[in-house]
Nanobody
Framework: QVQLVESGGGLVQAGGSLRLSCAAS????????MGWFRQAPGKEREFVAG????????YYGDSVKGRFTISRDNAKSTVYLQMNSLKPEDPAVYYC????????????????WGQGTQVTVSS
């Protein structure tokens, strides 16, 4: 059974930065594609970023391109989301997710999810 635990959320001023982490356990981490999603109140969960098993390919949602960076450390079984230039529209619960195969942007393609970490941006 795979377990995912996010951390690093919190309150930050607009324009500031946060780094989220997601630690995985249960199965060989390096075999998996990892994704970050977010969900704001009253909105659907949306794709933020994805990374393939080696870290050589990354993908981003249009709203975060150029501001967020996804990376992974397979030795630590951890995926990161560096969030810079945070905007008032970025607050949400951020979730990491795991799947086999390729990076997909749709929520239903991911089999395992963390519990989420809250990101709040003050203006």
């Amino acid at each position: 059974q795979v377990q995912l635990v996010e951390s690093g959320g919190g309150l930050v001023q607009a324009g500031g930065s946060l780094r989220l982490s997601c630690a995985a356990s249960g199965r060989p981490f390096s075999s998996y594609v990892m994704g970050w999603f977010r969900q704001a109140p009253g909105k659907e969960r949306e794709f933020v970023a994805g990374i393939n098993w080696s870290g050589g390919s990354t993908y981003y949602g249009d709203s975060v391109k150029g501001r967020f960076t996804i990376s992974r450390d397979n030795a630590k079984s951890t995926v990161y989301l560096q969030m810079n230039s945070l905007k008032p529209e970025d607050p949400a619960v951020y979730y990491c997710a795991l799947r086999y195969g390729m990076v997909y942007t749709n929520v239903g393609s991911y089999a395992y999810w963390g519990q989420g970490t809250q990101v709040t941006v003050s203006s």
